[in-house]
């Protein structure tokens, strides 16, 4: 999944803190590999660069991270290139999501996913053991692209530029419709936003594989220390495949009825919350490509990630 470019997806503060930033950070896999970076509008990372542009140099195995110069800095949309294959990472060193005060932070960080594996249908169904909906971000990187937002209240359609962003509360199933590839971030909000008992629950961040970039098999991993204490998959499957699709071996059927999958609009795609055990790996397959998401929530913790994301090249 190594690329040459990205447009990076990250999460600001929320609330104004002098201990948090916003950072990004590169991985070189090959020697003399040569990186120019293009910082967000509001980047305000913390180098002067002289140019609205700047370039690095880095040896197999080196790193290059930055920081924003402050808490209200930025760096989603910044734009990375390379001559050669890097790996990239983004987020922050804390944020609250939503934009408020919602009893605790949590770093926000994911292995960014290249442009080039980005498409132009992207599909999402809310976290489990949430009351009010999830945050996403929705990002473009080229100029006029068109994102239609199709959830069980319609449709809402918006435009953006290369490197611009827009956010937005949804809960249930949602579809991402877009004429120019897109990178969808699917964030659960702080325990303080659902209301949650004993603080149940924090921010995560997920990065969305587009539609036909999906597996048919996973092998995913459960934390087996710290204190979360629910743990769930969202299975997001072919109609016709439902009863197809295994949870270690044994038909997703046993783990959750066929009614307790949900249409996602007129996709084909039908999607369901399957709670699992933690401290253990889990495996998924299907006769078809599927997409899986683990995550999990704890007393003002929680983490999340993609099970896994086909080749792009």
């Known amino acids: 999944m190594l690329g040459t470019n990205y447009c990076l997806m990250a999460r600001s503060a929320g609330v104004p803190s002098s201990d948090w930033c916003f950072q990004f950070a590169i991985l070189a896999t090959t020697d003399a590999t040569t990186v120019t970076i293009t910082p967000s509008t509001n980047a305000n990372l913390a180098v002067d660069s002289g140019t609205n542009h700047y370039t690095i140099n880095l040896d197999q195995g080196y790193t290059y991270e930055i920081n924003s110069s402050n808490w209200s800095g930025d760096v989603t949309g910044t734009s990375i290139t390379s001559d050669k294959p890097i790996a990239v990472f983004a987020g922050a060193s804390a944020a609250y999501v939503s934009y408020t005060n919602t009893y605790s932070g ?3 960080v994911q ?7 980005w498409g132009t249908e992207v599909l999402a169904l809310s976290f489990a053991d949430r009351t009010n909906g999830d945050s996403y971000r929705v ?3 080229t100029d006029g692209t068109t994102v ?6 319609g ?3 918006s435009y953006l530029q290369a490197g611009k962003f827009f ?3 949804l809960d249930g199933w949602v579809e991402f419709q877009a004429n120019n590839p897109i990178q969808v971030a699917q964030f ?3 325990c303080g936003f659902d209301n949650t008992n004993n603080n149940e629950g924090d921010p995560c961040e997920i990065l969305l594989p587009p539609a036909g970039h999906y597996l048919s098999s996973y092998t995913i991993a459960i934390p087996t220390d710290g204190d979360f204490e629910t ?3 969202n299975l997001i499957v072919p109609q016709s495949a439902i009863t197809n699709t295994y949870l270690d071996g044994a038909a997703i059927t046993n783990f959750v009825a066929i009614s307790g999958f949900v249409a996602i609009t007129n996709s084909g795609y039908w999607a369901a919350q399957v709670p699992v055990a933690g401290g253990t790996n889990h495996t998924v397959s299907s006769s078809q490509p599927l997409e899986v998401q683990v995550y999990g929530f704890g007393p003002a913790d929680a983490y999340g990630y993609i099970g896994g994301v086909i080749r792009f090249r």
């Open 155 to 157: 449709a809402v359609t």
């Open 167 to 169: 956010d937005t509360i």
């Open 148 to 153: 239609i937002v199709v959830t069980t209240n």
């Open 106 to 108: 949590n770093p926000p």
């Open 111 to 117: 292995e960014q996913l290249p442009v080039a594996s």
């Open 188 to 190: 659960a909000n702080g």
């Open 231 to 233: 743990n769930f998959l």
């Open 139 to 141: 990002l473009a990187a």
